[in-house]
C-alpha cells in the first residue's frame, strides 16, 4: 500500500455506527470534513460531538452548503438495502463502514464503491484482504500532526494497537517539526528571491533543518530559530 494525503475540505464522510469506533473516525474526520453518523444509538462522545451537544434526528441531507468540523447524528438502523439509499442521499466522499453488523459494512463498502466515493472498512483485517483492497478502499493510519507537519502510520492492518503505540513514540520525537517547516519555508522563499544559487540555496535549507542549534533556538521562539538560523546560512553562503 501507498500512503497517500486526502483533502476533506468541504467534502462530507459518512458513517455507518455510532459506537467507539465511528466516534473516533468521525471525530478525526470532523476536524476538516462535514460527518453525518448513522447509527441506532450513539456513543456518548458521539453525542458530545454532535451539533450544539444534541442530536438532529433527521440530517438536512438537502443542503449542500458543507459545515466544516460539523458532526450530524441521525438515528436509524439501516438494513443492508438501506444503506444505499443513505449514500445515494448524503453523497459523501467517504464512507467508513463502522457497525458491528459485517453484513451491513459489506452492503455499505459495496454501495460507497458503487457510487464512486471512497470506503474505509473498519472490521477487515489486512489478512482478509489477501487479493489486494482495490484502490478506493483506504485504511485510516495513526496521524502525528504539528501542523503543518504531519506523520502517518501504518502496520499495514496487522496491528492497530502497534501503529498506536509508535504514534506516542513519534509524538514526543517531532515536537517543534511545524514551527521548523515554517521557518524553514519561509527562508526557502527568501533565498529564492535574493537569486542564492540553487545548490548553495539547497545546502543552506539543508543544514537549517539540520541543526540541533536551530531546533533548540525554536523551542524559545521563533525569532530566537530565525536568528540562529541566519548564522547557519550565512555561514554556508559565505563559504
Ligand atoms: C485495518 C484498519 C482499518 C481502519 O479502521 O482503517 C483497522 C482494523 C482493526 N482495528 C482493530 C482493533 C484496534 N484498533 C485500534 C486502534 C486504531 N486502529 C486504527 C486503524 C486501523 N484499524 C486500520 C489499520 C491501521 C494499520 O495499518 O495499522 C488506527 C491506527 C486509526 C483509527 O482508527 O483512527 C487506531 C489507532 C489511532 C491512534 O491512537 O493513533 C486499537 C487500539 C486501541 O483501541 O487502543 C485496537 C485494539 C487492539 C488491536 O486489536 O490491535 C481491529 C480488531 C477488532 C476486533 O478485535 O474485533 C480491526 C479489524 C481487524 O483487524 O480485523
Ligand atoms: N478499525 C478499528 O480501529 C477497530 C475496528 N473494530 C471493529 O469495528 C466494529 C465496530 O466496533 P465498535 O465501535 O467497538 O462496536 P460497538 O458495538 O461499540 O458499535 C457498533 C455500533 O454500530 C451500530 N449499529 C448496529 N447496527 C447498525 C446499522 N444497521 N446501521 C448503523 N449502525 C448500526 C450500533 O448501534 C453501535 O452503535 C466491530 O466490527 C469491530 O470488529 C473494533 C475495534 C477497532
Redesign the pocket.
Known amino acids: 500500500m501507498i500512503p497517500l494525503y486526502h483533502d476533506l475540505t468541504g467534502e462530507t464522510v459518512l458513517v455507518f455506527g455510532g459506537g ?2 465511528g466516534s ?2 468521525a471525530s ?1 474526520f470532523a476536524d476538516e470534513a462535514r460527518v453525518v453518523v448513522v447509527s441506532p444509538a450513539f456513543d456518548e462522545r458521539l453525542i458530545g460531538l454532535g451539533e450544539g451537544g444534541t442530536e438532529s434526528a433527521e440530517t438536512d441531507t438537502g443542503s449542500a452548503e458543507a459545515d466544516s468540523g460539523s458532526v450530524e447524528l441521525a438515528r436509524a438502523a439501516p438494513d443492508p438495502e438501506a444503506v444505499r439509499d443513505w449514500i445515494d442521499r448524503v453523497d459523501p466522499a467517504l464512507v ?1 463502514a ?1 457497525t458491528d453488523d459485517a453484513a451491513v459494512n459489506a452492503a455499505a463498502e459495496a454501495a460507497a464503491l458503487d457510487a464512486g466515493a471512497l470506503v ?9 484482504r489477501s487479493g489486494g483492497r482495490g484502490a478506493r478502499s ?7 500532526e504539528d501542523d503543518p507537519v504531519s506523520v502517518a ?12 503505540a509508535l ?2 513514540r513519534i509524538e514526543a520525537e517531532i515536537d517543534g517539526a511545524g514551527a521548523m517547516a515554517e521557518l524553514s519555508g519561509t527562508l526557502r522563499e527568501e533565498l529564492k528571491d535574493r537569486g542564492v544559487a540553487p545548490e548553495r540555496r539547497r545546502e543552506a535549507i539543508r543544514r537549517v533543518v539540520r541543526s540541533e542549534g536551530v531546533w533548540k533556538a525554536l523551542q524559545k521562539g521563533e525569532s530566537y530559530g530565525r536568528q540562529e538560523a541566519d548564522s547557519v546560512i550565512e555561514e554556508v553562503l559565505t563559504r
Open positions: 467507539a469506533v473516533r473516525k478525526r467508513v463502522a474505509n472498512r473498519t472490521d477487515v483485517s489486512a489478512a482478509d483506504v485504511v485510516v493510519p495513526a496521524t502525528v502510520l501504518s502496520t499495514g492492518g496487522a496491528s492497530p494497537a502497534l501503529a498506536k504514534r506516542e
